[in-house]
């Protein structure tokens, strides 16, 4: 027994005086983040536009409301739109109430209709005349005009090339101020595409409801979208 005890504690010895060859070492790295944008024309109008109309008649407030959104729908297409550019977002049908104190129970007002139709333009030229259409025939309001790149992954190579080199410029930059030596990238990390943030303006009906002359129609802009790219990268420090 004791011979065995002496056997396993030269063992031991052995182990710590000299350690696995297959030990693993901590690798020490540099984690650089970098984004890049570029400026785009946007190529697609998207808008909202809302019918609502009321009445005690349920039958009544449904018809006017078919009216209004038939003479909205036909103007669009006559502007030029493609039908599978036309859809209807939301479409709802419910009562309105009051409460009354006097005999303390909800009454009756009416039947609310209400249809939303969004529109993809794909003509900035037409998209006053497809609001002013709408507001002639009987909009409520017009939700969101919005401008937006339908393919942004267009200009991913581009970002992607311009992001790369800025993330390897920047990890050069910071291992030559710490004077350490820049290894191989172990860790890639990119955005799946290039993002946009875009800007929505809201119209209101009553703004554009009023008799209108060349000076007083809106003028819409789409200006430019900022598409943005963002990449991870880990580098090993040699």
Known sequence: ????KKTLIAALAILVMFPPLFA?????????EESQEIAVIPDLCIMTIVVQTKNKEVTEAYDENNRIMGKI?????????DPKDIRT???SLSEESHWNREIKKNVFDDYKVSHSLVVKIRDFEKIVPIMNGAIEAGATNIQQVTFVMENPKEYEKELREKTLKAVQEKAEHIAKLMGIRLGKPINIHTATAPFARDERI????????????VETRPIIEPG????????????EIE
């Open 202 to 213: 809201s119209i209101s009906s009553v703004a554009i409801s009023a008799p209108r002359t």
């Open 24 to 32: 693993g070492e901590d690798k020490r790295t540099l984690y650089v």
């Open 73 to 81: 729908n036909e103007n669009v297409k006559n502007q030029g739109v």
């Open 89 to 91: 977002s939301k479409f």
């Open 224 to 235: 430019e979208i900022i598409l943005y790219y963002s990449v991870r990268v880990t580098y």
């Open 1 to 4: 027994e004791n011979k065995m």
